[in-house]
């Protein structure tokens, strides 16, 4: 039932990939696609939802607290590689493991980048869905 719930909102995910998209289109998923609640909930870098063992999402934001930033590689191929820095506390915090496990499974999840700062009080920060 969860992997099909993952499979669902990956999908619908996809759809989006290459688009720029409000703050609110990620956090608030329900009020643009009613039969998903959310593709990340913006408070942390990690997004792992209760229901899944797995990291469903990730945001790279523009004020990352981390000394090595985040960065993305574009390549002439249309394919991406990305540095990214866990959320502080070691393999001993769940998001990080849930993340590593994904890597370690090989099982995809969403990639998000924040364009600028917060632009509209309802809106948000605009974001590039990165697939």
């Not at 523009?62 to 866990?86: C, I, N, Q, T």
């Amino acid at each position: 039932m969860f992997e099909q719930k993952r499979i669902t909102i990956l999908a619908e995910l996809v759809r989006h990939t290459g688009r720029h998209v409000p703050a609110a289109f990620i956090k608030q998923t329900v009020k643009f696609i009613p039969s998903i609640e959310r593709f990340h909930n913006l408070i942390t870098g990690i997004y792992k939802p209760l229901w899944s063992e797995y990291a469903l999402s990730i945001v790279m934001k523009l004020s990352s607290p981390y000394a090595h930033k985040d960065e993305v590689v574009f390549l002439e191929d249309g394919r991406w590689l990305m540095v990214y820095s866990p959320r502080a506390g070691g393999l001993y915090h769940s998001d990080n493991r849930a993340l590593v496990r994904c890597m370690e499974e090989r099982i995809p999840l969403g990639v998000f980048k924040q364009l600028t700062g917060k632009t509209d009080r309802y809106y948000g920060s605009p974001y590039r869905v990165l697939g």
